[in-house]
Nanobody
Framework: QVQLVESGGGLVQAGGSLRLSCTAS????????MGWFRQTPGKEREFVAA????????DYGDSVAGRFTTSRDNAKNTVYLQMNSLKPEDTAVYYCADLAGKEMSKRSRWDLPTSYDYWGQGTQVNVSS
């Protein structure tokens, strides 16, 4: 059983930066990727970013590309989401998720929440104007 723990959320002014962390315990070496999603009340979970454990291939949602960067530290089983130039519309609960990738079809759709097998509890990010 993989357990994910996020940290680093908080309140920041528009234009500021935050770095989120997500540490995975119980992760197997076969785990394919980690993803970041965010959600606001009444809306569907939105893809933010993803990164593969092997090779560090990354992808970003259109709304954050160029402002957010995801990275990983395999030795620490930790992924990071560096968020720069934050906007009020970035306010949301941010989740990290583990994509085991045993099904190849899910590996190609890491932008979908249904592709992921384990989720963290979420961390709140508030960006004030």
């Amino acid at each position: 059983q993989v357990q994910l723990v996020e940290s680093g959320g908080g309140l920041v002014q528009a234009g500021g930066s935050l770095r989120l962390s997500c540490t995975a315990s119980g992760r197997t070496s076969s785990s394919y990727a980690m993803g970041w999603f965010r959600q606001t009340p009444g809306k569907e979970r939105e893809f933010v970013a993803a990164i593969t454990w092997s090779g560090g291939m990354t992808d970003y949602g259109d709304s954050v590309a160029g402002r957010f960067t995801t990275s990983r530290d395999n030795a620490k089983n930790t992924v990071y989401l560096q968020m720069n130039s934050l906007k009020p519309e970035d306010t949301a609960v941010y989740y990290c998720a583990d994509l085991a990738g045993k099904e190849m079809s899910k590996r190609s759709r890491w932008d979908l929440p249904t592709s992921y097998d384990y989720w963290g509890q979420g961390t709140q990010v508030n960006v004030s104007s």
